[in-house]
């Protein structure tokens, strides 16, 4: 990264702490930004630091210290991140690109050396492991074999730029979940680097943490006061390679919090209920800030399962300042004592100490009393659907008939182990303690353990045809599980170790028991998983369940020991002891004093210490595996795993001009919350998808096709999976799901990916019609990538979710809405329209025009025409997007460098 040459507000001072100096950029040089709240003063810093006079300007810190929080953002500003943070899902992608680009840039004439993380750069391998073995002593290592059987391809290559690219590291498989990684060692909450000085001397400079990382949940670690926000796999690269990260100078919505979590309430509950306020409230494209008095009683952990959740309220990030409680939770994960002791001293000097007796200006205001915060769960598809817990027998009756049409439909089935017993609708199939949201939570996790060792003395058992697991977000689970006595109690439920990482959340719960599943196939059972993870969007969890709800871990496992969503946990016993007494949720409950006497009395810095050691090094399975070297990766023709990616075939240096679209058809008509999940491969392949045919045809065992989110590193099998989830609903065909579409060359229905073929075979270009909240969830890279390489040149829909809009400029899709108050329902758009955009060519004169004119040919001659929304929101997303991409425009731009 470049050193700012300029001082314009003289800011630039010596921080003093323990006998060492530290260069700062002091926020009280510059008037205004003291009444900022906590997230805008870390932007604040960040100009200050690297102002430029190009990319960053005075102005930018003016306008920051002028904000009007009741305005709307129209201020650009260029935010670089001290780091990037990805996990493997997404990170192979981005490592594939770079990669790639080494080639390219030597193809241009410059150096492939040049192609390398500028901003330090970590990778947690946390997505791959699958839940094939479950309910075993053996559950771990057998999955952990499976998963280097499945990815060695991968790993290897991950190996490769392990060692070829400076300032990248990579967290070997088995160790934890990124987010929980992140929060536990790697995020240094005040970052400290070895830099020049204004008087070109060496100085340590010392500023606020800051990260980007490649999976929506990366809010997660504002819990710890460092704000961090997840962004695609685009974005990310670009943030690697030194490119700010361009965004408007957001509204902050400031979040009061009172009282306290009651008993019988969770952390969980606590999530679940702010999700669902801010979701009713609307903060996409917000900073959420949390302050008051209340802030101080909540626990670090709570915190960051409260940031976590900020991609499914739609806010960019979800931030918690800093005070004792976070240099308490530093301390506790190992922190060294002179690095705790700068995070206090810098947040003092630069006042972003929490101080709740000075409150800061908000945007836009809300307030929640912990203290009325009930048990609830969230489902059976949306993580923002909050249901209390006492009614939620009432509210799976009221959904259940769209998933099944038959109240009751109890079908036989014999176990492998010779039980016989019945399935029915709402029966539980996948329990499961899962992912980064509340894994990383003592509170909860304890409780879950408490609450099976209560369940097991009093007789109770998991039901047999329940899937049951556990996947702790970090070794230090295992640790406190062992210490406390836990295990025993969870392994005679069936709740056994499976696995380090996202697991069922993201998609592996692997298959179900072939009896099971085959049983809800055939009598097309809605069947249910419950999961304490953050996201249950349709068709995520597993081919097999149509309904997912979301809860605490100790509600996962009361649902496995009941077996079924259709009971009320107030009045309706789990099972009987063995004096046949009736026993009730509230009979095996851990009381709130006893969760924190076992947490006070397990956890501990040495285990953190301990098992953080030496996190880089893997255990054998990672040291054994063969490890390409050179500056450029040989790649391997036959892999179906990690292939040279496309995006840069033919590139020059000069631009290829932006062009108007004309005679588009229409891929996909959608509706709204329409997901990444919907639109990117997610989760299991099917042989007679495309991308299954594909394999087969390369090869490749069925057994061996893994999952789309291990063969990113694969375009061939990416593009087909793209808009080919079970669950999506295409508006061109009737009462059809999955990823079909009708080709209007032919007038057939077929695949997504065979007609994108077809139309591009035959020159046609193609746009995409869809309703609100389009590209909401995850912010899965290949949902862009994907698109842009099915031929699709602009996507009209009413409104976006951040992260995905900006992906789509990012790959050259241009993001389009149609007029306030309009849909293509309310036009009388069907999709089987030809459409003409026209206005996009005004980008090549460097001006961004506010709408274009679409004109919509129907067949009988008539038109629609309407002027679209151009969401290019930024100067910088126009230099994207005039490049054909994020990428183009870095690589150019690195070439030039070289010349």
Avoid at 501 to 511: K, Q, R, W
């Amino acid at each position: 990264m470049t050193i700012p040459s300029i001082d314009t507000f003289h800011s630039r001072a010596t921080l003093e702490v323990d006998g060492n100096s530290y260069e700062i950029f002091r926020l009280d040089a510059v008037p205004g930004l003291e009444r900022l709240p906590y997230s805008l003063k870390v932007l604040a810093e960040n100009l200050l630091r690297t102002e430029d006079g190009a990319n960053v300007t005075a102005e930018h810190v003016r306008a920051l210290a002028a904000w009007d929080p009741t305005a709307e953002p129209d201020t650009e500003i260029q935010f670089t991140p001290a780091r990037v943070v990805m996990q493997d899902f997404t990170g192979v992608p981005c490592i594939v690109d770079l990669a790639t680009m080494r080639e390219a840039v030597a193809e241009l004439g410059g150096d492939p050396e040049v192609i390398n993380p500028l901003a330090p750069a970590e990778m947690v391998i946390d997505h791959s492991v699958q839940i094939d073995s479950f309910g075993l002593p053996s559950s771990l290592e057998r999955n952990k074999e499976l998963e280097y059987e499945r990815n060695a391809e991968r790993y290897q290559f991950l190996r490769w730029g392990q060692g070829a690219l400076s300032n990248f590291r990579v967290v070997p498989p088995g160790t934890g979940i990124v987010h929980q990684v992140n929060i536990e060692y790697l995020a240094r909450t005040v970052f400290t680097r070895q830099t020049t000085g204004a008087d070109g001397a060496a100085v340590t400079q010392a500023y606020p943490d800051t990260c980007v990382g490649t999976d929506s949940h990366t809010t997660m670690v504002n819990g710890l006061g460092v704000l961090g926000w997840g962004v695609g796999g685009i974005e990310a690269e670009a943030a690697m390679l030194g490119q700010p990260v361009s965004m408007l100078i957001p509204r902050v919505v400031g979040f009061k919090l009172t009282g306290a979590i009651p008993a019988g309430a969770t952390a969980t509950d606590v999530v679940l209920t702010i999700t669902q306020m801010l979701r009713e409230h609307g903060v996409v494209g917000k900073f959420v800030e949390f302050y008051g008095q209340g802030v101080s009683a909540v626990p670090l952990a709570n915190r960051a399962t409260i940031g976590n959740m900020s991609p499914e309220f739609g806010s960019t990030a979800a931030i918690f300042p800093i005070d004792e409680v976070t240099l308490d939770y530093l301390r506790l994960t190992g922190r060294a004592e002179e690095d705790v002791r700068l995070v206090e001293a810098y947040t003092r000097a630069q006042g972003m100490w929490h101080d709740p007796s000075r409150q800061a200006v908000y945007s836009e205001y809300l307030e929640l009393d912990l203290s009325t915060v009930v048990p609830s769960i969230a489902g059976p598809k949306r993580p923002q659907d909050r249901i209390e817990l006492s009614s939620s027998k009432e509210a799976f009756a009221r959904v259940l008939p769209a998933y099944a049409p038959e109240r009751s439909k109890p079908t036989p089935v014999t176990l492998e182990d010779g039980t016989v017993t019945e399935l029915d609708h709402g029966h539980v199939a996948i329990a499961s303690i899962t992912s980064c949201t509340n894994t990383s939570n003592p509170s909860v996790m304890v409780a879950a353990g408490l609450l099976a060792r209560n369940a097991v003395a009093r007789g109770l058992r998991s039901k047999p045809w329940v899937k049951t697991s556990t996947a702790p977000g970090s070794q230090v689970v295992t640790d406190y599980y062992a210490k406390a006595g836990l295990w025993p109690a969870l392994n005679e439920l069936g709740f056994n170790l499976v696995g380090y990482g996202c697991a069922t959340c993201i998609g592996n719960s692997g298959p179900l028991p072939a009896e099971v599943s085959q049983a809800v196939n055939d009598a097309g059972l809605a069947v249910v998983s419950v999961l304490s993870g953050n996201r249950n969007f349709e068709g995520r969890i597993n081919p097999d369940v149509k309904m997912n709800y979301l809860a605490s871990p100790p509600l996962v496992i009361a649902y496995a020991l009941a077996g079924t969503m259709d009971i009320d946990f107030a009045t309706e016993p789990l099972g009987t002891d063995p004096e046949g007494g009736e026993v009730f949720l509230a009979d095996i409950w851990p009381d709130p004093a006893e969760v924190q006497a076992t947490i006070d009395a397990t956890i501990d810095r040495e285990m953190y210490t301990r098992d953080y050691a030496d996190v880089f090094a893997g255990d054998e399975h990672w040291q054994g595996l063969d490890t390409p070297t050179g500056r450029t990766f040989a790649w391997d023709e036959e892999s179906t795993y990690v292939r040279k990616a496309p995006f840069f075939d033919g590139l020059t240096m000069e631009l290829t001009p932006v062009r108007d679209v004309e005679g588009a058809r229409v891929l996909a008509l959608l509706g709204d919350s329409v997901t990444t999940d919907h639109i990117s491969p997610a989760g299991a392949i099917k042989p007679d998808s495309p991308a299954g045919r594909y394999l087969a045809a390369h090869g490749v065992e069925r057994s061996d096709f893994n999952s789309y989110g291990s063969r990113r590193g694969n375009h061939e099998v990416m593009i087909r999976g793209t808009f080919a989830n079970i669950r999506l609903r295409n508006q061109l065909l009737d009462g059809v799901e999955g990823g079909y579409t009708r080709n209007f060359l032919t007038g057939a229905q077929e695949s997504i990916f065979d007609a994108a073929q077809a139309y591009q075979a035959a020159g046609v270009p193609l746009v995409v019609l869809g309703g609100k909240e389009y590209g909401s969830g995850s912010s899965r890279d290949w949902a862009a990538k994907g698109t842009a390489l099915l031929g699709v040149k602009a996507v009209i829909v009413e409104s976006f979710e951040r992260i995905h809009r900006s992906n789509l400029i990012g790959m050259g899709v241009v993001p389009l809405q149609f007029p306030a108050g309009e849909s293509a329902a309310s036009l009388g758009l069907d999709g089987t329209e030809v459409y003409s955009i026209e206005g996009l060519t005004a980008l090549n004169d460097g001006r961004t025009p506010d709408t274009v004119r679409v004109t919509a040919l129907r067949a009988d001659g008539s038109t629609v025409v309407f002027d679209a929304v151009v969401r290019i929101d930024t100067p910088g997303e126009a230099d994207y997007f005039r490049n054909g991409g994020i990428l183009q425009y870095v690589l150019r731009n690195l070439a030039r460098s070289q010349a």
